[in-house]
């Protein structure tokens, strides 16, 4: 069972970033800081969740189909949930410079420099 492995790690994932959160969330309570936070947060407690229904799919239903589409439904479900972070990082990000234009890289470089 690899889930249960996993749904360990992830309740101790969850437990520490819990405790550093609440220890330092008055000296640090700046908008990136309480971002992350709030999605690492709502990212372990999805995994956790999804862990522990993959773990009791072999154990309430035999079919193999059941246990086939919720590991398909968390591997699709992370990778959504990190996404949706990282676009909100950007959106904060492009607000905090006011420019909704790209940057390129050959924009940032100076023109002696290469790749």
Not at 7 to 22: D, M, N, W
Not at 62 to 74: L, M, P
Not at 105 to 111: E, G, H, N, R
Request: proline content about 3%; glycine content about 4%.
């Amino acid at each position: 069972m690899p889930f249960l492995l996993l749904f360990l790690f992830e309740l101790g994932l969850v437990s520490l970033t819990l405790i550093r959160a609440i220890q330092s969330w008055r000296s640090d309570n700046g908008p990136l800081y309480s971002v992350l936070v709030k999605h690492n947060m709502f990212y372990y407690a999805c995994g956790l969740l999804l862990s522990a229904v993959n773990i009791l799919m072999p154990v309430l239903f035999s079919n193999y189909a059941y246990h086939s589409f919720f590991e398909d439904v968390q591997f699709f479900l992370l990778a959504i949930l990190a996404t949706r972070m990282h676009l909100h990082l950007w959106h904060i990000d492009r607000n905090v410079h006011g420019s909704d234009a790209l940057v390129y890289v050959s924009d940032i470089l100076s023109p002696d420099q290469t790749l």
